[in-house]
């Protein structure tokens, strides 16, 4: 890029994520062959690799080697811990696997953007809280200056690929693997809702109710994320018409218009006193992320008497 190359030119070579996570073999995913993977390529891609191979094989008590694909993220470095995205899914479907629910926290981290502040409605839930118009596909560039759109676009792929390896997670015993394992089904394509119908279809079975609640949540980003289609076409007119005000034109850019038989059915969940507080209130986040309509009396006197409810650990990071 410094010579003056356009980014157009390295679309689908040896330094898109997207094009190299497409090209890894089924062979080597299953067979962990991390050899067959450029890491190389991609900023500290050898530091993940070493990450991975210690927490593949288990080596030293004291090095899993958790937190180099989250910590990367977290410092908007994704692009070469998407490359583990696959590997850490196998490892986290592997029962016998000690720090399965460990690896599992870290697969969905490169499909999300990092987003710092105070979320709010308009933001929650949302893969990306921002929108930069016209640059890299409307993501913007990691510190590194590496295309963000990039890495989550092959991160969600990967996720994409695994699906049928992650929807057993989702009634796997331990229930921090069900929770994790639905907050990265969260970040899939589900243009048919197939994703969407797992989490629901395991909330009729669920009894704990911090994983009813983490349910809830992600079937409410994924419709956020896989909204009705003919109104995403409209809002994406909205953003791309330079007639409209800038504030009409952010506002289509980050805000999702969702199913709205999922939003029904969510905002009945949190108006059923039968459900447990953890599941109304994450209801009542879910309805008012996935609806521009002003939060109803009746939403606020509830959000007001489950305020001391905690949902700290069944909320996606």
């Not at 190299?20 to 067959?36: H, S």
């Not at 009409?248 to 006193?273: F, K, N, Q, S, Y």
Request: aromatic letters at 6%; a negative charge.
């Amino acid at each position: 890029m410094a010579d003056g190359a356009k980014l157009s030119s390295f679309v689908g070579g040896p330094f898109d994520v997207r094009a190299v996570m497409a090209d890894i073999r089924p062979e080597a995913k299953d067979g962990f062959l991390l050899g067959e993977v450029p890491w190389e390529h991609f900023p500290q891609g050898s530091d993940v690799r070493e990450a991975l191979d210690l927490l593949h094989t288990g080596d030293s008590p004291g090095r899993t080697g958790t937190g180099v694909v989250s910590g990367l993220c977290a410092n908007d470095m994704r692009a070469a811990a998407v490359l583990a995205v696959p590997f850490l899914i196998r490892i986290a479907a592997d029962t016998r696997h000690r720090h399965r629910a460990q690896a599992l926290a870290e697969v969905s981290c490169p499909a999300r953007a990092c987003y710092f502040g105070v979320a709010s409605r308009d933001q929650l839930l949302l893969h990306r809280a921002k929108t930069y118009d016209n640059l890299y596909d409307g993501y913007g560039v990691e510190v590194t200056g590496y295309p963000a759109g990039w890495s989550i676009a092959a991160a969600r792929a990967a996720i994409t690929a695994d699906i049928a390896i992650l929807r057993p997670l989702l009634d796997d015993p331990d229930p921090t693997v069900r929770i994790r394992a639905a907050y990265v089904l969260a970040t899939a394509a589900d243009p048919e809702r197939g994703v969407r119908a797992a989490f629901r279809s395991r909330l009729a079975a669920e009894q704990d109710p911090i994983v009813r609640a983490a349910l809830v949540l992600a079937t409410a980003e994924s419709t956020r994320a896989h909204p009705h289609p003919a109104t995403t076409d409209w809002i994406g007119e909205l953003w791309r018409d330079r007639t409209q005000a800038p504030e009409v034109r952010l506002a289509a850019a980050t805000r999702a218009h969702p199913h709205p038989a999922t939003t029904d059915w969510i905002g009945e969940l949190w108006r059923d006193r039968t459900q447990a507080p953890e599941v109304r209130l994450a209801a009542a986040i879910g309805w008012l992320c996935l609806t521009d309509e002003p939060a109803p009396d009746d939403l606020r006197a509830t959000v007001d008497d489950l305020g001391s409810v905690s949902l700290v650990i069944a909320v996606p990071r």
